[in-house]
């Protein structure tokens, strides 16, 4: 079946740094979804990317579509102790979600 | 609104024992999907309901587990006999249609099987 992969699996970051989760498939990409889950929370949906190639901004937040949609990353510019948690990607096919393993980000204020 | 409602937050239980979760989806989600979350093996979707009917059970480990929705705002998770290999943080969450929208996640069952 259908198998995301995701790296790093954990990132430590300065605060101020920045940090980037890239998402990898062998296979095409439906439309991918990004989920953020806090330490002892619940995922949360963050953003969807569809299109070949699309890139979305949510304040420090840069999430991108790779152009042959095999792959999928988000950048944090400038972390902040907010921003700490786990990072998931996810695969929207045939009526599912398939989660890579998620990057587990903390920060050391 | 009242978001994806789950209960209990926290079960714990010895082995062999009934287990069963509980989940209320928000109103007006048609789809229904429970996960199981370890720090081995992530996040695995278990199975999923549209309009109150399982579409896909591939991610049930086991005959020992088997879920139900019996009407549009409540579902079950139900382990019988539960292992100490259940124990994990079981999610429900509910989306409006499938395709292109987000998935609603509760706050989890905590469940530890002793």
């Known amino acids: 079946g259908q198998q995301v992969m995701q790296i790093p699996q954990y990132q430590h970051v300065q605060e101020g740094e920045d940090f980037t989760t890239y998402c990898n498939s062998s296979?095409?990409?439906?439309?991918i979804q990004w989920y953020k889950q806090r330490p002892g929370g619940h995922p949360v949906f963050l953003i969807q990317?569809?299109?070949?190639?699309e890139v979305k901004k949510q304040k420090r937040l840069t999430f991108q579509f790779g152009e042959a949609k095999k792959n999928s990353s988000l950048h944090i510019t400038a972390t902040q102790t907010t921003d700490v948690g786990t990072y998931f990607c996810?695969?929207?096919?045939?009526?599912?979600?398939?989660f890579g393993q998620g990057t587990r980000l903390t920060i050391n204020p | 609104d009242a978001g994806v409602i789950q209960s209990p937050r926290h079960e714990v239980t010895e082995m062999g024992q009934e287990v069963t979760l509980r989940c209320k989806p928000i109103?007006?989600?048609?789809?229904l999907f429970w996960y199981r979350q370890t720090m081995m093996r992530g996040l695995e979707l278990l199975i999923y309901?549209?309009?109150?009917?399982?579409?896909?059970d591939s991610g049930m480990p086991e005959d020992r587990f088997s879920a139900k929705m019996p009407n549009a705002s409540f579902s079950t998770l139900k382990i019988q006999p539960s292992e100490p290999r259940d124990s994990a943080v079981y999610f429900c969450?509910?989306?409006?249609?499938?395709?292109?929208?987000?998935?609603?996640f509760g706050d989890g069952t905590r469940l530890s099987i002793l």
């Open positions: 309901f549209n309009n109150n009917v399982p579409i896909d």
């Open positions: 990317l569809v299109k070949s190639g």
């Open positions: 996810a695969d929207q096919g045939a009526q599912k979600l398939v």
């Open positions: 109103s007006g989600h048609d789809y």
């Open positions: 296979t095409t990409l439906s439309n």
């Open positions: 969450a509910s989306s409006r249609t499938s395709g292109n929208q987000p998935q609603h």
